[in-house]
């Protein structure tokens, strides 16, 4: 044997040995692993590359569609994520607050995604994008998430920003004039 393939025997016999002593194997990963590290290895994205906004007649209620959460584990143990609320704004305004209830569990040293529901926009919402007469607007989004894991468990937050398509047709337009009280 040589001594690279004697180290690793060693660590993975060790490793099954604190894994009979759970206690003992949670407060060494805690000792190595503070809240502040795990917070800093868990990597939380959301992708907005083909999100949109669907203002479109033939869908039952306009919504924000398309978006997707991704999580990046770097830390050597599970780590469950619950998202819990999206905030968004367009130009420094806010325009939709809404309560998520969505978890995944991504495994040690691995990558997990969350596809979004769709977010239904109220009419109010609808008009003020449509008002906006823009193919593509930028939008900023704060997600928030609880983390748990056998070591932590923590409160986060990220904001992130990127351009969403606006997906109307005529029909829309007409609909939008209309509930303003104008003819077309």
Not at 73 to 100: C, H, K, M, W, Y
Not at 148 to 165: C, R
């Amino acid at each position: 044997m040589n001594g690279v393939a004697t180290v690793l025997s060693a660590a993975r016999l060790g490793w099954q040995l604190l894994a009979r002593i759970p206690w003992l194997s949670g407060w060494l990963l805690g000792q190595v692993f503070p809240a502040s590290k795990c917070k800093t290895l868990l990597q939380v994205d959301v992708s907005g590359n083909h999100s949109c906004f669907e203002l479109l007649s033939t869908r039952p209620s306009h919504a924000l569609v398309h978006l997707e959460v991704r999580v990046y584990n770097a830390l050597p143990f599970t780590v469950e994520l619950d998202v819990s609320r999206l905030q968004g704004g367009i130009d420094s305004s806010n325009l939709l607050d809404t309560a998520l209830n969505t978890k995944l569990a991504v495994p040690a040293a691995g990558f997990g995604r969350i596809v979004l529901p769709e977010i239904t926009l109220t009419n109010q919402q609808t008009n003020w994008i449509c008002n906006l007469s823009r193919e593509y607007t930028r939008v900023q989004l704060t997600l928030h998430w609880r983390c748990k894991s056998t070591i932590h468990n923590w409160d986060d937050s990220g904001t992130y920003e990127f351009p969403v398509f606006i997906r109307a047709d005529r029909t829309t337009e007409i609909w939008r004039n209309n509930t303003q009280g104008r003819n077309p």
